[in-house]
């Protein structure tokens, strides 16, 4: 739920919901906590959270238009228009959509159609037995069946290369694969084409049409086919999901799987960590090395340590615990936690850990036991009954602890932070209003609408905004540098009348001209701030120096921040061609497709390496906000960013008209999220596993040593994946801790440690069943990219294929008593096949000329993305609007907003004359078709549209009108702006035949056969078949087989 008055009404009245309660949890264990008290606030008796208010700016309605006005129709009652030549036109089996039985219900609905669809093919090609039906009794929940009984092997299509399984057997990442060729849309270019030329499609073999074809004519050959809607879909369980925890909240230690990512849900912290904070890929862990072998999955922790947690959730509480510090295991250094026992009347707890049993309890802490053994405070006591808290910590782990300056201006531990906006001012940022849009972010982050919050009851208002109060804490401060060929610094001392320029020509030794002046309170300097901003776009506008010094200026920025620590915010627009460490053109096209194509996504200057480790060690994150018109190096300069654990905003193709609402937006979001610098992580686990790896965007200076981040935010994950060194007691939960030391934006020290446990179990069927998908798509997007600068692609989407196929292959050799020819896939993982294909179809690992800088940049994304953002970029949301219901978009009877049913990513459930929007937590498209509705385009846009070619190209958000689809779709868009990650909302038109954003679009069908890979009924066809063959033990490996050599024997191609 969110703020009632975020959506826009009609003056429809909404009862009050009826209170909740929370489900009882599970079952617990002996040293399992108690379940907390429902977190206040939520489901309270009361007026609906999403209560409807009449806003001025509306008038009477009338009512609204019958859906079928929007239909493929002209106004005026003539003939349809003929079908349309465009290269989106609906061919092969996929007709127009229809409601499937069980296409949108709950995962366990009946998805047999697939074996009925398809009966009498063989996908083992010959191999094992002819199955036979199966009866009820056979049934189980944890399976989804489909019968595929006969097939011929499907043909390769073009550009589709021979591939070939277990390529990666002597690696111990398991990452190899091969190559594939030319992505549709991309060709050679660096960026996508423009908003606004004119799109002329060739009507034959069109991308999204050629994609909605069914799958490959051998397929067929039986005569049977298989039907879409019968495979497991991805939108009808996200549906399902949201709507299940909309009427429940998630108690953290119930016995059942974790919440979906993107369900909206609502966690109920009992002891466990809530899965916003914490995943585990598997939450019963096996008891053996051997055991979790036979299982093919990963056995890692997905951690996003400051995620934001929804409003109705409890805040996470701070302990301080003075010079004594928060209790610790003498042993293994394990913070105190719900989990651990107390013994000795309460003078000695043992470690869940590393099962220590002599801790003494320092006398500061002393409580006694009562007769169940748990502390007779238990229930003061946060850090015993919450899985996540945080710890004021003593002077020994200040940022400063001796010294000028020890301890922070407040004796906190650290200082408030201090940004600085360093501003690029080369002749590209003006000449492209670059300039203009990031001093307009800037003064949004420091002044406009998103610099202030609403304030509690009893909280003055401040800046004479009534019922708001700043976001920014108070003691931070900010400064201001732009750069071209020279450095220019501003003194923004508020007792001078303007700002005062002063410029540092000497970029060989870059220093710092101001002792004062550079750092200021941005609301006592707010008028020459002001000034400054309002008056740079012209003060450089003569000058025009076309290369800038991005290194210099970065490394002067660091010595403004090197006694502090903080977060640079800098913009860029070009290739840094000027000083010292210049950059130069590396991207080089005829090393696509080769085994040196891996050298463009390395960072090959030291010096660049030397200045993140300079950074790092300093405390200070970098963000980059990157509007490239041509190649700029992303691998180089980002590696800062990726390295500090700061983020890139990439705008390839800028333009100003259509981009710069969504740039100042996320400038001021980078500046406003929750923040933690001068950081450091460790993650501990119980006796028997180990660490073995981390992968994300961080330094680590060792392979066995704790990561570091200068800036660490709320948008930010990383994944920890861990070894045996023992064997597991499966009478034993297993246990996790990670432990993030930061200081706040406050200026205060405090480490953030996140508790999680799992059983232990001796069975591979079980340790499966309690797979959480996303945190094994998390995983192994990480661990493939950061495989990038090290293996070819080709090797690494041969070894992601290898892994689809284990994992279900593993599944399969489990379930007994099923025919051969079924394709069965486990209850959690069902998706599982089609979030892989997903993957393979990313800029990243795609197949065909990708420029360098578009894969680099979609691989840092997929190392930083949260769980609920990775889904939806892998598998975007498509929300039709011309078909909405008249309750759509507008709350429910529970006070919930009623969303429209998702479409599948297929071309073959789009209907001719149709709208919709594709949000991909990246973009947020709204394409519309050429024979789209005149009289959908009125109520969506206004009176004066009439056709596709009245639109502004260049439009970012939907003018405000008193109609009821407008409203509707304007609350849909702010629904989707709560669920973004670190990427606003700012709509790109994609006009069928008009617009190149319509690329985007066709590449968004991830179920169609485009990017150089299979379509979704094809990609599940393919793998079943090498499913049998391992299961039947006919997949031959050969000795030695290494990379691409061996392909013998009964290995056949994958493609």
């Known amino acids: 739920m969110a703020e009632m008055a975020m959506y826009h009404s009609l003056g429809q009245d909404t ?33 609906a959270p999403y209560q409807q208010q009449q806003p001025a700016t509306y008038g009477q309605v009338s009512l609204p238009p019958d859906p079928s006005s929007y239909r493929a129709s002209t106004p005026y009652g003539q003939a349809a228009p003929p079908p349309s030549l465009s290269p989106y036109q609906q061919q092969g089996p996929y007709g127009p959509p229809t409601q499937q ?36 009794a056979s049934r189980k929940k944890a399976r989804a069946y489909h019968n595929l009984d006969q097939s011929s092997e499907p043909s390769n299509g073009p550009n589709l290369p021979a591939f070939t399984p277990n390529v990666a057997n ?45 799958g490959s004519s051998n397929v067929g050959q039986a005569g049977g086919k298989v039907n879409p809607s019968d495979i497991p879909s991805i939108p009808g369980h996200r549906d399902h999901y949201i709507a299940q925890y909309r009427a429940t909240m998630y108690p953290t230690l119930a016995r059942h799987q974790p919440p979906h990512a993107t369900s909206d849900y609502i966690a109920h912290d009992q002891g466990n960590a809530s899965p916003r904070l914490c995943r585990l890929t598997l939450n019963s862990i096996p008891a053996t090395a051997d055991l979790l072998a036979s299982t093919s999955l990963p056995l890692a922790l997905l951690i996003q340590p400051l995620a934001k947690l929804k409003d109705e959730e409890e805040p996470i509480p701070v302990l301080d615990f003075g010079e004594m510090g928060p209790p610790r295991c003498r042993r293994c250094r394990t913070y105190i936690n719900p989990f651990m026992t107390f013994l000795q009347g309460g003078g000695r707890f043992r470690c869940n850990m590393c099962l220590f049993p002599n801790n003494e309890v320092p006398s500061e802490y002393y409580a006694p036991v009562d007769m169940s053994g748990a502390r007779v405070d238990r229930n003061q006591r946060p850090e015993l009954m919450r899985g996540t808290v945080e710890f004021v910590v003593p002077k020994e782990y200040w940022a400063k602890k001796d010294g000028e300056g020890a301890g922070g201006e407040e004796g906190k531990g650290g200082s408030p932070m201090r940004w600085i906006f360093l501003v690029d001012v080369s002749e590209n940022a003006i000449n492209r209003g670059v300039l203009e849009s990031v001093v307009g972010g800037i003064r949004e982050a420091l002044y406009g609408g998103s610099a202030y919050e609403n304030a509690p009851e009893g909280h003055e208002s401040e800046d004479g905004k009534e019922g708001k109060r700043r976001r920014l804490p108070k003691g931070c401060k900010i400064g201001i540098c732009t750069f071209d060929k020279d450095v220019q610094f501003y003194n923004l001392n508020p007792n001078l009348d303007q700002a005062q320029m002063m410029v540092m020509p000497d970029i060989e030794d870059p220093f710092v001209p101001l002792s004062e002046g550079l750092f200021v309170d941005p609301y006592e300097s707010r008028a020459i701030i002001e000034s400054l901003l309002e008056s740079l776009p012209t003060l450089f506008m003569h000058i025009k120096n076309a290369e800038p010094a991005l290194l210099p200026a970065l490394s002067t920025a660091l010595s403004a921040l090197q006694d502090t620590g903080g977060k640079i915010i800098c913009s860029l627009s070009t290739l840094p061609t000027w000083g010292p460490h210049r950059l130069f053109m590396r991207d080089d ?18 010096a660049w390496r030397k200045v993140s480790g300079r950074l790092v060690e300093a405390g200070v994150g970098v963000d980059f906000f990157m509007t490239p018109s041509a190649y700029i190096d992303v691998a180089t300069v980002g590696h800062i960013a990726s390295t500090t654990g700061g983020e890139i905003f990439f705008y390839p193709n800028f333009v100003a008209e259509r981009d710069a609402h969504k740039l100042r937006s996320e400038l001021s979001h980078s500046f406003h999220r929750e923040t933690g610098y001068q950081s450091l992580m460790k993650v501990r686990c119980s006796n028997g596993l180990q660490v073995s790896t981390y992968h ?12 570091e981040f200068g800036a660490i935010d709320a948008d930010k994950c990383v994944s920890v994946m861990f070894s045996y060194d023992g064997k597991l007691d499966s009478k034993i939960d297993a246990h996790f801790q990670s432990a993030l030391l930061y200081t706040t934006r406050q200026g205060e020290r405090r480490v953030r440690c996140s508790n999680i446990v799992a059983g232990v179990t001796e069975n591979t069927r079980d340790a499966i069943k309690m797979a959480d998908q996303d945190a094994v798509l998390g995983v192994l997007a990480r661990e493939a990219a950061s495989r990038m600068i090290e293996k070819p692609l080709k090797e690494i989407r041969g070894a992601l294929t290898e892994k689809c196929v284990e994992i279900l292959a593993a599944y399969r050799k489990t379930s007994g008593g099923s025919p051969p020819g079924q394709l069965v896939l486990p209850e959690t993982l069902k998706e599982f096949a089609m979030y892989v294909l997903a993957l393979l179809k990313t800029r990243a690992f795609r197949g065909g000329s990708v420029a360098s800088d578009m894969r680099v940049h979609s691989m840092r994304l997929l190392k930083s993305m949260g769980p609920a953002e990775l889904q939806l970029y892998l598998y975007p949301r498509i929300l039709p609007v011309h078909s909405m219901t008249e309750e759509d978009g507008f709350l429910d009877s529970t006070g919930h907003l009623k969303i429209p049913v998702a479409l599948r990513a297929s071309f073959g459930f789009i209907e001719e004359g149709g709208a919709y929007l594709i949000d991909n937590g990246q973009l947020l498209l709204l394409w519309l078709h050429t024979h789209v509705s005149p009289n959908l385009l009125q109520d969506l846009f206004g009176p004066e549209v009439n056709s596709l070619s009245d639109l502004d190209p260049n439009m970012y958000e939907l003018p405000v009108l008193e109609t009821h689809l407008n409203a509707q779709v304007r609350n849909v868009i702010q629904y989707l702006k709560t669920q973004r990650g670190s990427k606003a909302v700012s709509i790109q038109l994609a006009r069928q035949g008009f617009d190149g954003a319509e690329y985007e679009f066709a590449s968004s069908l991830v179920e169609d056969r485009n990017n150089e890979e299979r379509s979704y009924v094809d990609w599940l066809v393919h793998v079943h078949k090498f499913v049998q063959l391992e299961v039947t033990g006919q997949r031959k490996r050969d000795e030695g087989d290494v990379g691409m050599a061996g392909m013998t024997g009964m290995r056949p191609p994958y493609w």
């Open 15 to 47: 009862d009050d919901p009826s209170a909740n309660p929370p489900p009882p949890a599970g079952p617990q264990q002996q040293y399992l906590p108690p379940a907390a008290p429902p977190p206040t606030g939520y489901q309270q008796p009361g007026p």
């Open 101 to 136: 039985p069980g296409l949108y219900g709950p995962p366990g609905g009946d998805v047999r159609g697939l074996a009925q669809s398809i009966s009498g093919m063989d996908l083992a090609g010959g191999v094992g037995t002819t199955p036979g039906t199966i009866s009820k």
């Open 170 to 214: 002597q690696m111990p990442s398991s990452f190899l694969g091969q190559q594939q060729a030319m992505s549709p849309g991309q060709g050679n270019s660096q960026f996508p084409a423009p908003a606004n030329p004119t799109f002329v499609p060739a009507a034959p073999a069109a991308p999204a049409a050629f994609a909605a074809r069914s």
């Open 589 to 606: 096209p005829k090393l696509y497709h080769s085994e040196k194509e891996k050298v463009l996504f390395q960072t090959e200057h030291q």
């Open 696 to 707: 994300g965007n961080f330094l680590q200076r060792s392979h066995a040593g704790d990561v």
